[in-house]
């Protein structure tokens, strides 16, 4: 499928109609979801009526918004009135929302039309997209690998070519690991940039919303769509809309990327080491500086995450009890029983496990030595980036330690799984944003991805380095189909 920004070009000069447009969206949905397990639910009338109806306004002249007939995909986190929002877990498996997130509201007055709900990690806890209750969803590059997680859904959606363009949310890197392990495009904006409101929360100081493709003018395109102040979210910014003027003429002359000499490098596996040290190279043939920052503190960033985002998980998950939301233990003796069988039976084992950590790191004796001291080394490391961006503009770093690994390694060891997230957490610790881009493969053919991270509201920085990388490396053109459509498996 085409980019977003060709979708549009093509529908408003009047060379495809909306209609067109879906059913070829829909075509690879259908072919190709039961191998890869990106969607869950798809609005296939929805989409074909919405398409219909940006026929008829075209034809009679009507206003064409910036995403007119380009087909979205949405995470099973964000509340859609017209789909389910089961956010990968059973408890959840027929509950309808009332209305629509902010972001689908957005997207849907900019004529986009949404094809359905991609599958995440239950309730956006982990990292392979292994742990959700409806399906594994499968890496395009080689399905016996993950495609990274909690969006691992959307990533795969954009990859495949289902739909152009996909949200997702990033609470510790769960836009930029699977964009990473897909081989495209993912940003989390700053933190207060998109609207929160119809995300269902998991760590509500780290949460936030933001989008996937293949290339960065999507990104910005998306972005400038989603962003902007809403007065329904408490922790929406004031000045949060972004203008597509800020995703200005690539040019690095003047930009500073900062190199950290004190990267944890414990389970940095060597391949990605290199593919990021060449995208450095990239950014100083397009004219960057190249300097060194220190981080010391960025070591206990996983340890301060995991704290904080399961203590903010035990208060935001404890509506999910068999009364106010979503299924129930049918016929309990009481309602000690209801609360203990409803979440015991329907919540999955990472869920349950970070419910359980979380209430422990906030109980009484336990709260300073533990959630206290989290929110005081989130401090530490905002200071050490804040000093960071002093002298440099953007830090460059991998956006995981690994390459895409395999189905089932790392389910039995849940720290390991957790050590995935230590490139990507700091950006949500700190508000800062941050972007995946693809910077190279394994010998294998796995995708690769670098990270860049900027000091928060300079999103418009980060696309524009993106758009330089774009005009002087191919990786994010190369594909896991051929030309023909066909997949590695069965070629």
Known sequence: MDTAYEIQASFERGDASALEIVRVSLECISRLNDRYGAFVSIDEEGALTAAKRLDHARATGSHIGK??????AIKDNI???????????????????????HVVTRLVDEDAIVVGKTNMDEFAMGSSTENSAVCKTRNPWDKQHVPGGSSGGSAVAVACGMVPVALGSDTGGSIRQPASFCGVLGLKPTYGRVSRYGLVAYGSSLDQIGPFARDSRDLALLLSVIAGHDRRDSTSLRNARFDLAAKQEPDLSNVKVGIVDDLPAEGLDSCVQDAVSRMGGVVEQRGGKRVVVSLPHLSYAVAAYYIIAMAEASANLARFDGVHYGERYANPNNLQELYEQTRGTLLGDEVKRRIMLGTYVLSSGYYDAYYLQAQRVRTIIREEFASAFDVCDVVLMPTAPTPPYRLGEKNDDPLTMYLEDIYTVPANLIGACALSIPAGFTDDGLPIGA??????MNDGLLLNIADCVEQTTDYHKRKPFSSAGEDRESR
């Not at 990270?451 to 928060?456: E, F, R, S, V, Y």
């Open 67 to 72: 995403l007119a007939g380009v087909p979205v």
């Open 79 to 101: 509340a859609t009135e017209a789909m389910p929002t089961t956010c990968g877990s059973r408890i959840l498996r027929e509950f309808q929302s009332t209305y629509d997130a």
């Open 451 to 456: 990270q860049l991270m900027a000091a928060p």
